[in-house]
């Protein structure tokens, strides 16, 4: 199927359809790296969850 | 057999077993790309098929956008869903995954009604001649944007997490009385929105030419939609944490 004379206002329909969402998946992707991250620097500073003990590798 | 029964865990047992942030992870990290594989096989699926349908008689090459406009209004709306179901695992079930599924898809959902009102409204001008009409339908479902937002705003505001937790399920259960009134408002008032052409009790009014590829569309973004959220609950269950390690770091220094 063509776009014909529609095509003004189908390609933007898909474009920023496709953007917003590749924006939302970098976003998301982003806030993990980020808190994976945070979790990381915390750990190494010696503060651990309850239960589990200074030095060991955390599961998950 | 009793004892067969015994060891193989029944639902219930399962979402008890999920209640554990870190066996929640797990999953979701070994769960995750195979829904994002999926996702985009079922993209190119759909996309190929929908960009070889023929032209439809009234709407012409138009009726290429209700390809993602009809996915997006049907997840935003699932989206909904989902999170009152979660709400009520707050309240009810006292579920720790819950708040944590609720917090994580507000988000997702505010950006599928943000796509629907976009594609909905560049459809809307070469078919009604107008971008925006106050009609019923759109703005019902202008509204689920608003209510989005709120619950989105609401989370980010209340510090305490259970009070915020019992805060956002009750909000989220008032909100939810906009999904029936957006699914019926064409049939309850006179609407220049066209009524439902699938997902009502007759058959479809649709050509499958159009339906096929229409629905492998809304596999697709279903499928999307699993994906964000469990990647969402995944950076919730992560900022909660954080918070913990920082309490703790807090009264390590007090």
Redesign the interface.
Same mark, same amino acid.
Do not use: C, Y
């Given at each position: 199927m063509m776009f014909g004379k529609h095509a003004f206002y189908i390609i933007p329909s898909y474009a920023i359809s496709a953007l917003v969402i590749f924006v939302l998946i970098g976003w998301i992707m982003a806030v993990h790296r980020s808190r994976k991250r945070q979790i990381a620097e915390l750990e190494a500073r010696g503060i651990v969850r309850g239960g589990q003990k200074a030095g060991k590798k955390p599961r998950g | 057999m009793n004892d067969l029964a015994a060891s193989k865990p029944g639902l219930w047992t399962r979402l008890t077993l999920l209640a554990n942030?870190? %066996?929640f &992870?797990?999953l979701a990290?070994r769960i995750i790309p195979w829904l994002a594989a999926l996702t985009v096989i079922t993209a190119i699926v759909g996309l190929y098929m929908g960009?070889?349908? +023929?032209?439809d008689y009234q709407q012409?090459?138009?009726?290429? *956008?209700m390809f *993602?406009?009809v996915p997006?209004v049907w997840l935003a709306m699932l989206c909904y869903s989902v999170m009152s179901v979660s709400a009520l695992g707050t309240l009810v079930w006292r579920h720790p995954l819950a708040d944590v599924a609720l917090r994580a898809a507000a988000? *997702?959902g505010a950006?599928f009604t #943000?796509?629907g009102l976009?594609?909905g409204s #560049?459809?809307g001008? +070469?078919m009604w001649g107008a971008w925006w009409v106050w009609d019923a339908r759109l703005t019902s479902f202008l509204v689920l944007l608003i209510i989005y937002l709120g619950i989105i705003s609401l989370g980010r505001a209340l510090e305490e997490p259970t009070q915020a937790a019992r805060a956002l399920a009750i909000t989220t259960l008032v909100g939810f009385i906009n999904i029936p009134i957006i699914k019926f408002s064409v049939d309850w008032w006179n609407t220049l929105h066209q009524p439902a052409s699938v997902a009502r009790f007759a058959r479809p009014a649709m050509d499958v030419a159009f339906l096929y590829p229409l629905l492998i569309m809304a596999i697709c973004f279903s499928l999307?939609f699993a994906t964000?959220h469990l &990647?969402?609950m995944?950076?919730e269950i992560? %900022?909660r %944490? *954080?918070r913990?390690?920082?309490l %703790?770091?807090g009264e390590?220094a007090a």
């Open positions: - | 942030p870190t %066996r &992870m797990a990290d960009f070889n349908a +023929p032209e012409g090459s138009t009726v290429l *956008i *993602i406009h997006t988000p *997702i950006v #943000l796509l976009v594609t #560049l459809w001008k +070469p999307l964000l &990647m969402n995944r950076n992560l %900022r %944490r *954080i913990s390690l920082q %703790r770091a390590g």
